[in-house]
């Protein structure tokens, strides 16, 4: 009986664990969606990923 009772314990508590993971996930990611990281700052422009500076002498060109 005594080890059912352990097993029930763990997994109980595995399940609360998970939940509160979950909890602070939520919390986490609504904060992260009401701080915008990736806005430019007004009147700077983004850089194109296209074009790459090239050295002097380069024998590509």
């Known amino acids: 009986m005594a080890p059912l009772i352990l097993i029930a314990a763990v997994i109980v508590m595995t399940a609360i664990g ?11 990611d609504a904060r992260i969606a009401a701080y915008h990281f990736s806005d430019a700052l007004p009147g700077v422009r983004r850089r194109s990923r296209k074009h790459h500076p090239r050295a002097h002498g380069d024998p590509c060109r």
Do not use: F, G, P
């Open 18 to 28: 998970m939940h509160q993971m979950h909890l602070l996930n939520t919390q986490h």
